[in-house]
């Protein structure tokens, strides 16, 4: 306690300095010490503080009320300081949750897309633009055996119809040449038939 009084009244002195005018006027305050803050009760023991040649006398009932508010002041700071711990270990913990449920989030929001872009094809996973892919090839190669195809029935067509009219023409000259032998063979039956009755 010995140790204590000097360092206050130090204390004191340094705070009190600064504001010695203001203190002087307000020595009339004499709840000062029941209410108010650290600075103000410091400054009313300056206040109401004997000098005794370079020091100031200060009564023991004011330091000890004086003691005794500041280490309530440090109680209700330390039961502050502890519930402000609990409260930073519990949002740490929540925190620790929401990161845990977000990742989770995030690797079902993976998933999902995963699978929204994957399908089962033929009993294989297959991802879609690589089905999309497959698709489109399969469609331009039917396009291009359709164009080939269509080439060729065309090509066939018109040598179908090439053939159809030569066949009608060499048919039609097969009919006059038949018209032609038989008007010939009637001619050398007559003639035959002529001959035979002109002996």
């Not at 709840?31 to 009313?44: P, R």
């Not at 270990?89 to 929204?116: G, R």
Request: hydrophobic content about 40%; overall charge positive.
């Amino acid at each position: 306690m010995k140790s204590v009084l000097p360092l206050l009244l130090i204390l004191i002195c340094l705070t009190a300095v600064p504001s010695f005018s203001f203190a002087q006027a307000s020595t009339d305050d004499k709840g000062s010490l029941k209410s108010g803050t650290i600075d103000s009760q410091f400054e009313y023991i300056y206040s109401v503080s004997n000098n005794f040649q370079e020091y100031k006398v200060v009564k023991r009932t004011n330091l000890d009320q004086l003691k005794s508010n500041i280490l309530d002041s440090m109680r209700t700071m330390r039961a502050e300081v502890g519930d402000l711990k609990l409260l930073i270990v519990s949002e740490k913990d929540s925190i620790k949750n929401l990161n845990s449920t977000l990742a989770l989030a995030e690797t079902e929001k993976q998933e999902a897309i995963a699978e929204k872009d994957n399908f089962s094809f033929l009993g294989m996973g297959i991802h879609k633009t690589v089905y999309s892919s497959m698709m489109w090839i399969l469609v331009a190669a039917l396009a291009g055996a359709l164009a080939v195809f269509s080439f060729q029935y065309f090509t066939s067509f018109k040598k179908i119809k090439k053939a159809q009219k030569d066949l009608a023409e060499i048919q039609e000259e097969f009919d006059n040449h038949r018209k032609n032998m038989l008007d010939r063979e009637r001619k050398l039956k007559r003639e035959l038939v002529d001959a035979q009755m002109g002996r």
